[in-house]
């Protein structure tokens, strides 16, 4: 720690008592407090502030906060929703739910997919502008290809 950020960064961390400091920092500290002006200015700060947060009083928390405090995760925003979205299928349908669900979806999106092109429900691009979109975007492709055949 020969910088003085280094050493502020060790204080917000480690705090003004330099005894509570691991030992390989506290004597680098010690040698940067040694040299340093700067060094001992910000320890007389922090220690100045320590002093200052201790004498702060500290108060329990009355019985209608814990209670408060308490209650958050019950009406938390994402458990309502998580209570609104789930829905469960009967009995049958619901180890399939559980263990099936997500990838059926994918799987009828695909089948859906291939459908529709092979059907031909949906008739191809044939006008300039998606041929000339369809050779641009193909473009690095070809370049990297003849990159690799002069090799």
Excluded at 91 to 96: E, G, I, S, V
Excluded at 102 to 116: C, D, F, I, K, R
């Amino acid at each position: 720690m020969s910088d003085l950020s280094g050493f502020q960064d060790r204080l917000d961390i480690h705090g003004a008592e330099l005894a509570a400091w691991p030992e390989e920092e506290r004597r680098a500290a010690e040698a940067l407090l040694a040299r340093s002006a700067e060094a001992r200015a910000l320890l007389d700060r922090a220690r100045h502030l320590d002093g200052l947060l201790s004498a702060l009083p500290v108060r329990e928390a009355g019985p209608d906060l814990r209670a408060r405090i308490a209650a958050i995760p019950a009406r938390s925003p994402r458990r309502q929703a998580a209570r609104r979205r789930r829905f469960v299928f009967p009995w049958p349908l619901a180890r399939w739910q559980m263990h099936f669900g997500g990838g059926a979806a994918m799987a009828a999106s695909v089948l859906l997919g291939l459908y529709v092109g092979a059907a031909g429900l949906v008739p191809p691009l044939q006008d300039e502008v998606a041929q000339e979109a369809t050779e641009m975007a193909s473009l690095p492709y070809e370049v990297a290809f003849e990159l690799e055949e002069i090799r």
